[in-house]
């Protein structure tokens, strides 16, 4: 940048920017007028917004493609949980309306049993995508 005729501005900063400004120059060793000058020259460039631009299209593929996964997780979730119930509808008889105080704490413990299942796989790492990219890969073979 050059060093030749200098026009003087004042202007006014938050003390927590005025401390950051103060605390960088005397890091890098250098002038605060030679970083805000810096900063102004790379803020005002024509190619600065194209950058700031890429930086934030490269931000908002990443958050697509982490989107797209979790909308996958959530598809194999429900769809896991319809084939569930439509087997545990099947196969289940109505219980009469004065069901037993020993069916229903049956039905808790099973469902107790249930849930504490699904806690050592969740903690385990398996998943069920997992699985089913690998049976999808195997199927591509």
């Known amino acids: ?21 103060a605390d960088y120059a005397c890091r890098k060793r250098v002038s605060q007028a030679s970083v805000v000058e810096a900063a102004l020259a790379s803020f005002l ?24 996964k979790l909308d996958y997780h959530v598809e194999v979730g429900n769809e896991s949980f319809a084939l569930y119930l439509r087997r545990w509808l099947a196969v289940t008889p109505v ?8 069916a229903r704490a049956d039905a808790e413990k099973r469902f107790d049993h249930f849930i504490e299942a699904l806690a050592r796989r969740m903690e385990s790492g398996r998943h069920l995508s997992d699985e089913l990219r690998r049976v999808g890969d195997a199927g591509a073979e």
């Open 1 to 21: 940048m050059s060093r030749g005729n200098r026009l003087k501005h004042t202007f006014r900063l938050p003390p927590a920017l005025s401390r950051q400004l």
């Open 45 to 68: 460039s024509p190619d600065g917004s194209e950058r700031l631009e890429a930086a934030f299209s490269r931000r908002l593929d990443r958050i697509s493609r982490q989107l797209e």
């Open 95 to 102: 219980l009469p309306g004065e069901t037993t105080p020993a």
